[in-house]
């Protein structure tokens, strides 16, 4: 397929990124698998990204990512000037056939303000919009920019503007579902796992205190703020509590982790991290928000564990209830449901994410999304 796209994965961190990354990892996970179909990528990001592409565009040398936690002004300033460098580059040139666009906000409209000097553009939005209808304006762009989600219940909530322009949803993928029916199982040990940053909406004060009260080994794991290590945290001193994070993790989760059936490691990455969740009994999600793809919902398939989770936003389009995980409305139920979870067959989990999570599943779709944002913009 002659196809070149432009990827524009922001500035914020390297692609791949170092540690924690979202969007950036998505990409890491789409880019090899859309050139193995044929696809020309061209990626915007930082000069330290080290992802094999076609061509690579950057205006800053390095992730700016520690200006995300300045004033919001100053934030939109670092994507601006990321962005005139992809429209600069798009008006010098006549090759690329779209845009695949993973800045938010920003990206759409400066997309949407290049109207019909612009290729067709298609947006995947990342987070749950529902309650940030003013980030996005003016979505006209002449019929050239159009919105996908990674699942049909965050495009569901989004704002109107937004759902005037989908052209539906792609689910977020896992190179761990590669061959993951096909690999050995592991000894399962007794303990639970939530894997996450520590925050309000992942709910682990929730996941602590039924722990402590039905009497299951809990193992957090994920970044408390910018913060990935126990000791780092503690190191910080009182000024870490600026961070909304740090602030609910001392507030509402330290009272419960005791170090002995309830401890929080830090951040877990590479073998530590999958040997973590493939050991665990379970998988826990006590979401507080509508969780718009979950990452680590598919990773815990790939890697055998099933999961028990709130039914909210993406998890009953990743989960299916008796199946692959056990899912309820009423967060007090979550704590039997954990110790039900041993009856689910793991073997269903990596077929399911062996089939449905893999990044070739994820790119075919993309392939087929980008076809039909640009016989859309043709017509337009
Ligand atoms: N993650 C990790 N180590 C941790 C905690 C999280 O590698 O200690 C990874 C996790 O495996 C997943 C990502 O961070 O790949 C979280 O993505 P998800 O979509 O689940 O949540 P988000 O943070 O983007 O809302």
Redesign the pocket.
């Known amino acids: 397929m002659s196809l070149t796209v432009l990827m524009n994965a922001g500035p914020w961190l390297s692609v791949p990124p170092p540690?924690?990354g979202?969007i950036e990892?998505v990409v890491a996970t789409l880019v090899p698998e859309l050139r193995r179909l044929g696809v020309r990528v061209v990626l915007a990001s930082v000069e330290t990204s080290t992802l094999p592409v076609d061509e690579r565009i950057s205006v800053f040398p390095d992730g700016q990512f520690h200006a995300l936690q300045r004033p919001y002004n100053q934030v939109c300033g670092v994507a601006q000037a990321h962005l005139h460098g992809v429209v600069r580059a798009l008006r010098a040139r006549d090759d690329i056939d779209l845009v695949h666009d993973h800045v938010e906000a920003v990206g759409l409209a400066t997309m949407a303000a290049m109207g019909r000097d612009a290729p067709p553009a298609l947006h995947t939005l990342?987070w749950d919009l529902a309650k940030h209808p003013e980030l996005y304006g003016n979505l006209d762009g002449g019929g050239r920019v159009r919105v996908s989600g990674v699942s049909a219940s965050q495009l569901a909530r989004a704002p109107r503007a937004l759902q005037e322009h989908s052209v539906g949803h792609v689910h977020?993928s896992?190179p761990l579902a590669v061959g993951a029916d096909r690999r050995p199982r592991v000894a399962k040990g007794e303990h639970v796992v939530i894997?996450?940053?520590i925050?309000p909406?992942?709910g682990q004060d929730l996941g602590a205190r039924l722990a402590r009260r039905v009497g299951f080994p809990l193992v957090l794991?994920?970044?408390v703020g910018p913060y990935h290590r126990p000791e780092d945290l503690a190191a910080a001193g009182d000024e870490a509590r600026q961070n909304p994070d740090v602030r609910f993790f001392y507030e509402h989760v330290a009272p419960h982790v005791d170090g002995d059936l309830v401890r929080w490691?830090?951040?877990?990455?590479g073998a530590e991290?999958d040997d973590l969740?493939a050991g665990a009994r379970a998988s826990l999600f006590p979401l507080r928000w509508e969780?718009?793809?979950?990452?680590?919902?598919v990773?815990s398939l790939a890697l055998g564990t099933p999961v028990v989770a709130t039914a909210r936003g993406c998890l009953p389009e990743l989960i299916e209830h008796g199946r692959t995980g056990l899912l309820t409305a009423d967060e007090e139920e979550l704590g039997d449901l954990v110790l039900a979870a041993g009856l689910l067959d793991e073997d269903e989990c990596r077929r399911e994410a062996a089939t449905r999570f893999t990044p070739e599943v994820m790119a075919q779709r993309y392939v087929e999304l980008y076809q039909q944002v640009r016989r859309l913009a043709a017509r337009s």
């Open positions: 540690g924690y979202g990892n990342h977020l896992t894997l996450g940053r925050n909406g992942k794991a994920g970044p490691v830090g951040t877990v990455a991290r969740v969780e718009p793809g979950g990452t680590a919902v990773e």
